[in-house]
């Protein structure tokens, strides 16, 4: 976990494609990772736990939220989205929406496993490119979405 003293990542001016935010939270387009469409949903202030949000604040930032999960469902067809607020390493409250494919390397498995096994990295190889050509239609109607409804 970082010291209180250390510059926060996620205060910091994003280094993720910010895709749409307001004053409460900001969607960043998560790059370097194996997972198409792997998106991050931040709150704006610096704070680690939900329960530090008023219920009416919890709720926004989770409308957010569903709604990254909904378009991500929509457009990229994943068989299972995984969302996880951990904060461990980064004491930020911030949410990963993660779309999941049983093809994908790491399936079932956290997509942080260390070791994927060789055989199915291979095959996500071969169906990764496919799903890879849907994310900017993603990242399109999700930012559609989310300033219609969330603006």
């Known amino acids: ?77 994943p068989d299972k989205i995984n969302l996880a607020a951990l904060g461990n390493q980064v004491p930020h409250l911030h949410w990963h929406i993660i779309p999941r494919w049983r093809a994908d390397s790491h399936f079932p498995e956290p997509i942080w496993h260390p070791t994927p096994p060789a055989e199915r990295v291979a095959a996500w190889a071969l169906q990764r490119p496919a799903i890879e050509a849907l994310v900017p239609h993603y990242h399109a109607r999700l930012i559609e979405a989310l300033s219609a409804h969330l603006a």
């Open 1 to 77: 976990m970082s010291h209180p003293t250390d510059p926060c990542p996620l205060c910091a001016p994003p280094g993720d494609e910010v895709l749409w935010q307001n004053e409460c939270a900001r969607v960043v387009r998560v790059d370097g990772t194996a997972q198409p469409g792997y998106t991050r949903v931040i709150w704006q202030s610096h704070v680690a736990e939900m329960t530090q949000l008023t219920p009416a604040k919890r709720q926004g930032l989770m409308d957010v939220v569903y709604l990254v999960e909904q378009i991500q469902r929509q457009e990229l067809t």
